[in-house]
């Protein structure tokens, strides 16, 4: 896998893991998740559907924190051979999935400066790593 190709499937998955999450607040069950109280009659009707969706989208996210956790701290690795402030373009961008805007807002720069620093850390990190095997 390239430089660019662990960097951006870094934060495919750090986004991915952000959207399950928050799909997994929005799953309703009737009732309280674990409750103890027998139902008479049984599960209700779309009950048991909700409960294997929300099932399936936990393991799913299980899933995908365990590899985004591997590749985070590829890129993490890879990153702390930069300096500082480009280190930290990185790591925000790919490790944590945020904007621009927000990073430039954190690091109390233009956006635009950080949109350099992040091509220009990319380009060392694709200069220095590329061609090695991992």
């Known amino acids: 896998m390239t430089v660019l190709e662990t960097l951006e499937n870094c934060r495919a998955l750090v986004i991915e893991c952000q959207q399950l999450s928050?799909?997994?607040e929005s799953?309703?069950?009737?009732?309280a998740r674990g409750c103890a109280s027998p139902r008479i009659g049984g599960v209700p009707s779309g009950a048991?559907?909700?409960g294997d969706r929300l099932d399936m989208y936990e393991s799913w996210l299980l899933r995908d924190q365990a590899e985004a956790a591997m590749l985070v701290i590829r890129v993490e690795d890879m990153a702390g051979t930069l300096p500082e402030d480009q280190e930290?373009?990185?790591?925000?961008?790919y490790c944590e999935a945020l904007i621009d805007a927000v990073i430039a807002a954190r690091m109390g720069l233009a956006r635009s400066t950080i949109t350099e620093k992040r091509d220009?850390?990319?380009?060392?990190?694709q200069d220095r790593f590329n061609g090695r095997e991992d």
């Open 22 to 24: 928050r799909l997994i």
């Open 48 to 50: 048991q559907s909700a």
């Open 88 to 93: 930290k373009a990185i790591n925000l961008y």
């Open 120 to 125: 220009t850390a990319t380009h060392a990190l």
């Open 27 to 31: 799953v309703n069950l009737p009732g």
